[in-house]
């Protein structure tokens, strides 16, 4: 069965501080994996994608990791700001399927 | 700001109600995306046109209609809709219905059926 996993569901972290966002997945055959960032009563928006043949890809203060062997990947983000709070979803491309995380909520406090 | 642009950006409807969600974007892209998204979930895929053809329909109820009259309009009709279809419901767009092509999502419309 597709499935993506993510976790924590919810974290909430200091401003300044680093962070990192887990994605377990089982789909099959893997296409490519994003980031996207949702704020709250809005769209999501991508922050990065990664492919087959990529480890590590960064977008800012956002690395994105995979291993397709273990089909995990992970979102660190650096020096956390206010603005970093939103919920961050995880969605893994297969043939002409998308398949969603469920997110992880991300509080970014003072 | 989004590059796709969704309206009303709320809306209250009752059950026999019929009204109509817009989304339109300029980007020439040539495919576009319904989605509903309850809260605290990810959202679910419901309608998805290529080429102004309706390419995959995630068996929605009838009561969902869509409509893509050019490449940079897309419309979602409703009709006797129920409390449970009370969601976010999102309009993206991409270059072209592909898995490689990154969706680029419109804020949504919060729809609320009383």
Known sequence: KNQVEQSPQSLIILEGKNCTLQCNYTVSPFSNLRWYKQDTGRGPVSLTIMTFSENTKSNRRYTATLDADTKQSSLHITASQLSDSASYICVVSALNNLFFGTGTRLTVIP | ?114
């Not at chain 2, 817009?22 to 605290?40: L, P, T, V």
């Not at chain 2, 009838?62 to 129920?82: D, M, T, V």
């Open chain 2, 1 to 114: 700001d989004t590059e796709v642009t969704q309206t009303p950006k709320h809306l209250v409807m009752g059950m026999t109600n019929k009204k109509s969600l817009k989304c339109e974007q300029h980007m020439g892209h040539r495919a576009m995306y319904w989605y509903k998204q309850k809260a605290k979930k990810p959202p679910e895929l419901m309608f998805v046109y290529s080429y102004e053809k309706l390419s995959i329909n995630e068996s929605v109820p009838s009561r969902f209609s869509p409509e893509c009259p050019n490449s940079s309009l897309l419309n979602l009709h409703l009709h006797a809709l129920q409390p449970e279809d009370s969601a976010l419901y999102l309009c993206a767009s991409s270059p072209v219905f592909a898995v490689t092509s990154p969706l680029h999502f419109g804020n949504g419309t919060r729809l609320t059926v009383t």
